[in-house]
């Protein structure tokens, strides 16, 4: 176990092999002191129980006013659209759940099916004139894109900005660097200007909702709206775009897997043990603790930063048999690809819709589909925030139509 004298490095290097650098640090123990790139100490958290006990420990704060050190970390959101769900703490956080459930329903999410197939066909249809394609480039975020801002009431003129914006937050040196601190200030603008349009002239789209949203308690404040579209854009595009990425990669790259998804076996489980294996958010938002305690057997004092690895639990092999490979028929497959407890993603059922429309779709137009490049040449995203494929350069074989 790494000790007060031997912080680990979270750095570039780190994160280029996450899966890697999670499984050497298993061999130590589950609770890691290390520092972020600008140099803020934490306790990393990797082991499945440990990350899930701490996810539910009402020890642990995700308000910032509890943080003991300075500096800011990959893990955290702007400073400028700070107001959400993942930054709060009951009764603040159930105020403002109680208003998003409420409007971000399961049948809002399912009148969305048929808009996110014609996208998905529109596509497909693209691609279908190639003799080669991009997964990531020409399918999975411009789907993932497209899907989150209907559902929010983006106008099409201001997506592309907004997938520029969320790449350079992405990047390792996220909240560092001075074209980061930029892209938060644009997405602020946009967002406030966007709302404010919404309180004009409301639509039939989630955010409008969420600006008529209110109960007993009143609705949602000026800054809580901006900061939840954030979340919910955010989230939305980038997550759901890595899973769609991650799942076709991993179905092309075993074929024995893909013969019976093919069969209409595995839609679901497919979709679950993508998530397990590379999950999209490799990091919970950071956590304070707000008195001394221990997180597993490393103590922490009252305001130590808290990062617990969704991506390192769901690799644990006292949790998961085999936990490096992917295996769709994996039983009892308890992943933590949504986070866990109180602040489990509200967006879940719709980006595991998303995926199973995006890649039962594309294996259906494209049943002769191979990888270009061998898995083990794929480059990956080194970014703290999301786990997430460069490219995914496909030949799409014939198509079937």
């Known amino acids: 176990m790494s000790t007060f004298h031997d912080p680990l490095a979270l750095d570039e290097d780190f994160f280029s092999a996450p899966h890697a650098s999670y499984a050497a640090l298993r061999c130590k123990g589950a609770v890691h002191r290390a520092v972020t790139q600008d140099g803020a100490p934490l306790l990393l958290v990797t082991g ?31 400073t400028e659209l700070d107001a959400h769900l993942l930054n709060t703490d009951p009764p603040d956080h159930t105020r403002l759940r109680r208003l998003v459930n409420s409007t971000f329903t399961p049948r809002r999410t399912e009148l969305l099916r048929d808009d996110i197939q014609e996208i998905t066909d529109r596509l497909l249809d693209q691609i279908s004139a190639r003799r080669r394609a991009d997964i990531v480039a020409d399918f ?6 497209e899907v989150i801002c209907r559902l929010l009431g983006v ?9 520029a914006w969320t790449n350079t937050l992405l990047s390792a040196a996220a909240g560092a660097a001075p074209q980061s601190r930029e892209a938060m200030r644009h997405m602020y603008r946009f967002l406030g200007a966007l709302i404010d349009g919404k309180r004009e002239k409301p639509g039939d789209d989630l955010l409008s909702a969420l600006i008529l949203a209110h109960d007993a308690e009143g609705r949602l404040a000026a800054d809580e709206l901006v900061a939840m579209a954030f979340l919910l854009l955010f989230g939305g595009y980038h997550n759901t775009a890595s899973l769609i990425a991650t799942s076709v990669m991993a179905l092309l790259s075993h074929p024995t897997h893909m013969s019976d998804f093919r069969s209409g076996d595995l839609t679901v489980h497919a979709t679950e043990e993508a998530l397990r294996w590379n999950s999209p958010a490799m990091l919970a938002v950071r956590r304070f603790t707000t008195q001394h305690v221990h997180i597993g057997d490393m103590p922490a004092v009252t305001g130590d930063r808290i990062w617990l690895s969704w991506a390192a639990a769901n690799r644990d092999a006292e949790r998961f048999e085999r936990p490096e490979v992917f295996d769709p028929h994996r039983g009892n497959n308890s992943h933590l690809a949504f986070g866990h407890g109180l602040h489990y993603c509200p967006g879940a059922s719709l980006a595991r819709l998303e995926n199973s429309v995006a890649v039962v779709s594309l294996m259906s137009w494209f049943p002769e589909m191979s990888l270009i490049d061998h898995p083990d040449r794929l480059r990956w995203v080194a970014s703290p925030r999301s786990r997430c494929l460069r490219e995914l ?8 139509g």
């Not at 350069?393 to 079937?400: D, H, Y």
């Open 155 to 163: 106008p099409q003129e201001k997506r592309f900005d907004f997938r």
């Open 48 to 78: 499945y129980r440990e990350v899930r006990d701490a996810a539910t420990d009402p020890a642990l704060s995700l308000n910032k006013r509890h943080a003991r050190s300075g500096g800011r970390d990959g893990s955290s959101m702007p």
């Open 140 to 145: 999975a975020m411009p789907l993932s894109m």
């Open 393 to 400: 350069r496909v030949s799409p074989g014939l198509f079937q």
